[in-house]
């Protein structure tokens, strides 16, 4: 089992930057870093998925791509979000998810694929 927990969160103006963590706790958290991804929920929206990573690469929603970049440490047991070029349209509960322990080579932002959630850190974009 792992437990993530996100932070990093909070409110900035319109071309800002902001760094989102995601910290995996648990006897073998870095079984579960390989394959995470990052989703957002913005106000009245489902929740989408906007970075990912596993074996192979990264991948990202194109309202995100170029402007966000997920990334791990080397102990493998936190997972970033550079998240640059912030807009009002970002806003939302950010949640970082694992797919579990273990390898996954397809590239997925779909929420059923991904099976351990953080509890989320708010990012509030103004204009």
């Known amino acids: 089992q792992v437990q993530l927990v996100e932070s990093g969160g909070g409110s900035v103006q319109s071309g800002e930057s902001l760094t989102l963590s995601c910290a995996l706790s648990g006897r073998t958290a870095y079984d579960y870093s390989a394959s995470m991804g990052w989703f957002r929920q913005g106000p009245g929206k489902e929740r989408e998925g906007v970075a990912g990573r596993n074996a192979n690469a990264t991948f990202y929603s194109d309202s995100v791509k170029g402007r966000f970049t997920i990334s791990r440490d080397r102990a493998k047991t936190t997972l970033y979000l550079q998240m640059d070029d912030l807009r009002p349209e970002d806003t939302g509960l950010y949640y970082c998810?694992?797919?579990?322990?273990?390898?996954?080579?397809?590239?997925?932002?779909?929420?059923?694929?991904?099976?351990?959630w953080g509890q989320g850190t708010q990012v509030t974009v103004s204009s």
């Open positions: 998810a694992s797919r579990g322990s273990g390898l996954f080579y397809r590239a997925t932002l779909e929420e059923s694929d991904y099976r351990y």
